[in-house]
Every structure is written in structure tokens, then in C-alpha cells.
């Protein structure tokens, strides 16, 4: 019997990682953090929303094209990945494996996440792919990081937060530290994407760990 494609990823990379880009400021924590996970030999599974496309034009001199099987092949190209080693997802990809619970086990990290999607997370909107894809981190009791990018924070966003706190959603605000002396605006991104796979649990060398 021949063995399926989800099966054969698994087997020639590690546990896949779901990666959603939404439409807050900070496009280059995410993009970065697939670059980090593709160097991980994770295997990287990619949605990104309407509004994330807007941002990272904005943002970058990135171009990424919104139908998935050309998002994936750019995004092969810019991180180096290996054939399989990317999959992207449709905003209404319902028969994506993150879309229900019986579907491949994944870590999920909301990179940037705007405070519309985590509004929606918190509340189980669920109207597209990325809100239903956090649905199922949480009822499943899987891993779910949200790199928040939006300042001030009103008392709506801070109850959010709060609820997907008390839920096992980790709260991981883009704010970087400078106790590693950044001289760049790369050296800032990553300590930021250094703390998202920290919590993965996956080694990098992207900064010096404190005391080292």
C-alpha cells in the first residue's frame, strides 16, 4: 500500500508547525519565522489573510502571490525549503488538515496576530481558516502562540488576552528586549522569533540565551 503524502512529510521532516500571518504590523516576524522553522527541518504549514498580503507589501519588498500553490513555490524559493517541506492553506480551505481535530497534531503561532483575529480566537468566530485552525489548537488542547502587534492595548484586547491566557494560548507580545545590544533591525526581529521557538521548543542560534 502506498503511504500518503502527510505521512511521507512526517517522515522526512519533523513535526509540522502551523504558521498564520494576519494583517497587524510586523510582517517580518513572520516571514522569519518560517525561515527559522525551514532551517529547523520542521515541516511549515502557511495561511496567510487578505490583509496580511496588504501589510507585507507594505511593510516589505516582498512579493507573495495569494493563490496557495504559488505562495508555497515563492516561499520554497525565499526560505530554501525542501520539495513538501511548505504546504499553504486557503482562507477557506475546510478539508486542510487544520481545519478539525482528526487532522494532523500541529503547534500553531499567530505571527503577527492582529487584535480583529484575536478577537475573533477568543470568542470561536471561526469565519475563516485561521480562526478555525486556533479553534482547534484550543479545544484540542494543542499549542497555540499569538505574537500580538498593536499598541496601546484597550481593556477589550486585555480581556481577550486574558481569556486565551486562562485557555493554554500562550501571549507572546512582539515587543523585543535590547539586553542582547541589537544593531540592526534584523538583531530585533529575531530575538522575537527566538522567543516563538523557545517555546516550540526548538534549538536555534539566532541570539545568545541569557547568561551564556
Given amino acids: 500500500m502506498a503511504e500518503s503524502p502527510d505521512l ?9 508547525v502551523t504558521v498564520a500571518l494576519t494583517g497587524a504590523s510586523g510582517a517580518q516576524y513572520g516571514l522569519r ?12 504549514w502557511v ?3 487578505k490583509a496580511a498580503h496588504l ?13 496557495p500553490e504559488r505562495l508555497a513555490e515563492a516561499l520554497v524559493a525565499r526560505s530554501g525549503a525542501r520539495p513538501g517541506q511548505i504546504r499553504c492553506f486557503g482562507r477557506e ?4 488538515p487544520v481545519a478539525s481535530g482528526s487532522g494532523a497534531p500541529s503547534s500553531m503561532v499567530i505571527c503577527p496576530c ?10 470561536g468566530a471561526s469565519n475563516n481558516l485561521i480562526e478555525r485552525a486556533a479553534d482547534v489548537a484550543l479545544k484540542e488542547r494543542r499549542q497555540l502562540i499569538l505574537v500580538l502587534r498593536e499598541t496601546p492595548l484597550s481593556a477589550i484586547h486585555l480581556e481577550h488576552m486574558l481569556s486565551l491566557s486562562r485557555l493554554g494560548a500562550v501571549i507572546l507580545p512582539a515587543s523585543p528586549g535590547f539586553y542582547h ?10 530575538f522575537i522569533v527566538a522567543r516563538i521557538l523557545n517555546q516550540l521548543g526548538i534549538a536555534h542560534h539566532l541570539v545568545p540565551r541569557w547568561g551564556e
Fill in 8 to 16: 511521507l512529510a512526517e517522515a522526512a521532516f519533523g513535526p509540522p
Fill in 33 to 44: 519565522l518560517i525561515e527559522a522553522l525551514v532551517a529547523a527541518e520542521r515541516e511549515v
Fill in 47 to 49: 495561511m496567510i489573510s
Fill in 55 to 67: 501589510v507585507i507589501a507594505t511593510e516589505t519588498n516582498v512579493e507573495l502571490p495569494a493563490r
Fill in 93 to 96: 480551505d475546510w478539508m486542510s
Fill in 114 to 123: 492582529s487584535t480583529g483575529t484575536l478577537s475573533a480566537v477568543a470568542t
Fill in 181 to 190: 545590544q541589537p544593531t540592526s533591525i534584523d538583531d530585533l526581529i529575531d
